[in-house]
């Protein structure tokens, strides 16, 4: 009998009360799967009296994260504290030093401190593994961690929040305004009392910054995203996409180009035959874009309690077989530093609704600006309201109008838009939506 | 600087060739990767002398793959010969033997013999990867082997032959028939000249028999699935699917049930917003649901030389970092025979199409054949024609009738309907599709 893994575990929340629940009611299964079985004999949390559904009066109390992260008693430590300062940080230092081995589903603290901990984890000869940390139950840090050497990741792109699609999703089928759902969103406990790490883009962007490296062999630096949330998506743009054969995503997009590593977040306009566009929902998806072949997608579900504990289980199901891969897929020292592609030099087709003022003239000038800038329209289409009810209109409220470019640049349409707003013949802000072409 | 691994190559098709130019390309990249250098020293092949598009000037030539398959200067075998019978066969054995470890993308080969030589693999200490015998780049033998342990796993599906869901996509799309379909597919080289393996579900069966076998635990046994091929799928029934919510898929099924792993591929009815539903063309797809969680989904290229060198570049890259998993995801010996669950017992929903003869009484006949076995309809139409030209009908033609039951038994099903074609009131051979709910 191959003796057992000991895990550790801080954080007794729902996911953390999941790995305690599932480890002992697969034992057997697990045991056959790794090789040796794998036991729960400490936990920490802040409360220890809490009813959770689970019986840990059998595990080894300790109250102090750090202390049980270096306990001798474990070999491996489970962070499912959150957050990327202490205890979570100092916990999971304390453990890799002590040369254990850590499962984390921290995206918080590997995106900031990601790559310190990762040469920590070399030196110590502990795996730092963190499935969790990006869409929940997909597979996805192991398939661009282990898979896929053949050929180099030219792009990986992403819906990695489930807040957002959820929102998106019935924004879309229910017309819904952001307002609305948003709400709605709260009530069913799918977005936070305050949302705004979610819908404006920071939770999908440290998600990103972790897929980037472990793709590209860059150094993990959510500081180096374009971040833009879906704050400004209203119904009109749901519906104008639709008419264009796109639905709208909340993407994290990594993507070589020959300026560097372009890392970006925003709403995005995706061609609703694409798999990515089928995800809907608290449902998350990566797709990979790999040389030569066809893209594959990952699907499935992103959070929630179970889902989670299963991506952690798997990570310690790894360190019980005895696998230890570099954390970001190669040693860290050979992480480079990505050369960040600047936004502005963002290539790529862009749907932009302007609000123009009714009068003659408003469509030549808008189209007069683009071509200055070498924008070419794949399509402009004005909404037209139905007739007014006195008869004709003349120069009356301001009207849609829904432009689709052929390939340009950021800065291009950014200068051109500017130039608009200056002749006057707009209402208000434009919306500015990139196109992501499969 | 660690030694390289040195790997035999032996079959060099598109996938072998591929193999050899990918692994000389990116050898930095996976040097990095893997800790370790990655070096193909011998191939072996039918033909010396054939234009490849690669250059095996360098490479030590081994005319007799058996021989190069225990030869002292390789590390890991990879076999792309194919087929289940020597040479492919006794080639594995003699690497597995010299405690080489072993690469393959044969599906035919670990079908028939998965588990002897998994056995083998344990008892010399090799690796036997085989990630490009099903989903060609799809990670999905790894993910199914050595990911999702946290939760058991209680059904697996997926679109595993690029052949019929091609054809099926093209009957949906362009309302061809299946042989228009099957002379383009063939024509484009998506289907051989003879196609039988492919349109008759047989490469299903071999692909899902080696998914159940990781998923479940299971011995690999080809013998105890239910195969039933696409080539009875018309047009007619294509247009009634999309009619009801649903596309026809050939799908491969493993699924846990109180009566054992049923194992079957078929046409089957998926509902149209399922992921697996939206996979066209030649792509593959895997829907795996474990308990307590929303389904995973992994969708990609199933087939095409780069696509499956991927897959094989993985598994060997798997070989360099040192990664022995077992075979099937638990020891050989623990693999259970499967207990077969009889087709006969199946459970599920079900599209009946028949010709029923236009005159009075035969939609009652029906009704009342099906109720005697217990099967409540979901719904029963009868396509009327227009109406014919020289006024009323009056015993006409046979006009089509479309049920969906719900959930009944395959032996209710085929009983009831044996008794309707004893009652005369219906032309041909009814038309029965399983539906599979998401």
């Known amino acids: 009998m191959v003796a057992p893994l000991k895990v550790g575990l801080a954080g007794l929340g729902t996911v953390g009360a999941s790995v305690v629940r599932l480890i002992a009611q697969h034992r057997a299964e697990l045991t056959a799967r790794c090789g040796r079985p794998i036991e729960v004999v400490a936990v920490s949390a802040r409360s220890r009296g809490k009813d959770r559904g689970i019986d840990i009066r059998k595990l080894r109390w300790v109250a102090d994260p750090v202390k049980l992260a270096a306990d001798p008693g474990i070999d491996v430590f489970v962070e499912l504290i959150g957050g990327d300062g202490n205890p979570a940080r100092s916990a999971v230092t304390a453990a890799l030093k002590a040369g254990k081995s850590v499962v984390t589903a921290n995206k918080a603290l590997l995106a900031h401190h990601g790559v310190a901990l990762a040469a920590l984890a070399e030196r110590h000869g502990g795996a730092l593994n963190f499935e969790a940390a990006v869409g929940g139950a997909i597979p996805i840090v192991k398939t661009l961690r282990e898979s896929l050497a053949g050929n180099p990741i030219s792009r990986v792109y992403g819906i990695l929040n489930g807040t957002c699609n959820y929102m998106l999703t019935r924004m879309e089928r229910e017309k819904l305004s952001f307002d609305e759902c948003l709400k709605e969103a709260q009530r069913l406990g799918y977005a936070e ?152 030099r963002h290539e790529g087709g862009y749907y932009i609704r302007l609000l123009a003022m009714d009068r003659p003239g ?60 200056r002749d006057k013949v707009i209402s208000g802000e434009p919306q500015l939506i990139r196109i992501e072409k499969n």
């Open 193 to 344: 009392a305050d949302p705004s790490f979610d819908i404006e883009g920071h939770d999908t962007a440290q998600k990103l910054a972790i897929l980037a490296s472990l793709t590209f062999g860059i150094r993990v630096d959510p500081g180096s995203i374009y971040v833009e949330g879906i704050t400004s998506i209203t119904t009109a743009d749901l519906e104008a996409a639709d008419e264009l054969g796109y639905r709208i995503k909340l993407l994290g997009v990594a993507v070589k180009t020959d300026k560097g590593i372009e890392q970006r977040v925003h709403p995005t306009m995706v061609p609703k035959e694409s798999a990515i566009a089928q995800v809907m929902g608290v449902t998350n998806a990566v797709t990979i874009d790999a040389e030569g072949i066809a893209p594959i997608t990952l699907v499935g579900p992103g959070a929630g309690g179970v889902a989670t504990a299963s991506a952690v289980i798997s990570d310690i199901a790894d360190v019980a077989r005895g696998v230890r891969s570099a954390p970001f897929g190669r040693p860290s020292v050979r992480l480079t530093v990505s050369r960040k592609a600047p936004m502005q």
């Open 362 to 421: 408003t469509a030549a000038t808008i189209a007069k600006r683009l071509a200055e800038h070498n924008i070419s329209m794949e399509s402009i289409v004005q909404r037209h309201r139905g007739p007014p009810a006195g008869g004709a209109a003349k120069g009356g409220a301001p009207v849609p109008v829904i432009i689709i470019t052929y390939a340009t640049t950021e800065d291009a349409v950014r200068k051109a838009l500017a130039a608009v707003k």
